[in-house]
């Protein structure tokens, strides 16, 4: 069966998205918070899924690949990443992450140092990583630019959509490249009013700002673009919702918010989704020492949108250890005093969850009908350790199951004379 799935997928690589699909007879796992659904079909067309479910009708004419016994779910979302940008830790040129000598930060658009050619997207493609949100980093000042949504694919066009969001570093961060929390309110606060001063055709002529900085804060002030902000503790977050206030149109999005269990009711009251780092249980700063693995349990529990991330949580490249974060917060939800989430919307948090946060899930991170034909198939529940992608499709184009990885894997399974290099001879 794995060989004749594997074959299928082969067959469909690079063919033209107007090709219609049926996956039948798997697990379906529709990325929405819904639970899987047995014995399940998922239809695609021009690069879109038609209809996912139970009872699904197969179109006349439509290829057909066989998924008995195995999962078909929607392709990971990862939630908040530097994939594309940072191809190798440690090496200064390969980092297109921070622009520390850069006189512009909120103008910086991270959409065009992607490189589709970066060793870890096709690593977390083949583990069912489809689509990354990408930021940039902050240096100096409490702006990092505008981040990109791309998707992993084998192709040399990766970006879903560019200016998806403004990054924005507070807590501790931000502090550190101002001087003070005190000094990067005053910072954000500043760039904010020159932005909206612009857009009444106004020029703050003593803004600490540039003009491209404070153009490209026009949309994230008049409410097109979301406004995503790191904060980790509970005071911290109140501050960061409390400049709705003032800036009545921001869509705020909160990322990191180890303590945001302790607020959580407010958070939900003011409608802000959150992007968390689900494994943070130690106090690994002065701002965290609240943190709990139960905190996106709680947050969930008090009615807040949170999708996680690795961000605290794993290095580059790792974002193929979402399915292992998400799989974790419904082991601790059978813990005694501990607080998780159901199948259906730990898998969300992966996958829907952070398309919502950003506005983009009528696009991407599910399987229900009109969006992008992002689909995995797993020989197993794609949330345990022990499961592997089969097959990957993005837009509704099957991918190479490929990587670095997998090449060097193959070279020297089984090696013949001349293939090792010299050290391994003697």
């Known amino acids: 069966m794995k060989r004749l799935l594997l074959c299928a997928a082969a067959l469909l690589c690079g063919t033209a998205h107007a090709e219609t699909i049926a996956i039948t007879g798997g697990t379906v796992a529709i990325g929405d918070g819904s639970q899987p659904i047995a014995n399940g079909t998922v239809v695609i067309r021009d690069g879109r899924v038609i209809a996912a479910g139970a009872n699904v009708a197969v179109p006349a004419g439509a290829r057909v690949v066989d ?36 006189v512009f930060n909120a103008a910086i658009d991270v959409s065009t140092a992607i490189n589709p050619a970066n060793q870890s997207i096709a690593v977390d493609r083949t583990w069912g990583v489809t689509r990354a949100v990408v930021s940039p980093e902050a ?22 959509k560019a200016r998806a969001f403004q990054y924005a570093e507070l807590g501790e961060d931000g502090a550190s490249h101002i001087g003070s929390r005190p000094a990067s309110y005053v910072m954000l606060h500043d760039a904010l009013a020159a932005a909206r001063s612009a857009s009444r055709g106004g020029d703050s002529k003593d803004a600490l700002i540039t003009r491209a900085d404070a153009t490209a804060l026009l949309p994230v002030v008049e409410g097109r673009m979301p406004l995503v902000v790191h904060v980790e503790r509970a005071s911290d977050i109140l501050q960061v919702l409390s400049l709705k206030q003032t800036y009545p149109n921001l869509k705020l999005v909160l990322l990191g918010a180890s303590e945001g269990w302790m607020v959580a009711p407010k958070i939900a009251g003011a409608h802000v989704p959150v992007i ?55 082991g601790i939800a059978r813990v005694p005093g501990m607080t998780g989430l159901d199948w259906g919307t730990a898998f969300a948090t992966i996958t829907s ?74």
């Open 67 to 102: 998924a008995q016994g195995k999962w078909v779910a929607a392709g990971l979302v990862a939630g908040f990443t530097s994939e594309g940008i940072v191809d190798g830790e440690g090496i200064e040129e390969t980092y297109d992450g921070a622009a520390g000598k850069s």
């Open 139 to 160: 240096n100096n000042s409490v702006f990092a630019g505008q981040g990109a949504v791309i998707d992993t694919g084998a192709d040399d066009a990766p970006v879903t």
């Open 276 to 330: 968390a780092a689900a494994l943070a249980d130690l106090p690994a700063a002065f701002e965290r020492t609240a943190a709990t693995e139960s905190n996106v349990g709680r947050m969930e529990q008090a009615g807040v949108t949170v999708a996680i991330s690795s961000v605290d949580v794993s290095t580059e490249g790792g974002q193929r250890n979402l399915r292992q974060y998400a799989g974790n917060l419904v």
């Open 353 to 426: 969850r952070p398309a919502v946060a950003l506005g983009l899930d009528g696009e991407i991170g599910s399987l229900r009908p009109g969006r992008r034909a992002d689909v995995v198939i797993w020989d197993g529940d794609p949330l345990e350790l022990s499961s592997a992608p089969l097959a990957v499709w993005i837009d509704g184009v099957a991918q190479p199951m490929t990587s670095r990885q997998t090449r060097l894997r193959d070279r020297y399974l089984n090696p013949q004379e001349g293939v090792l290099p010299k050290a391994y001879e003697h």
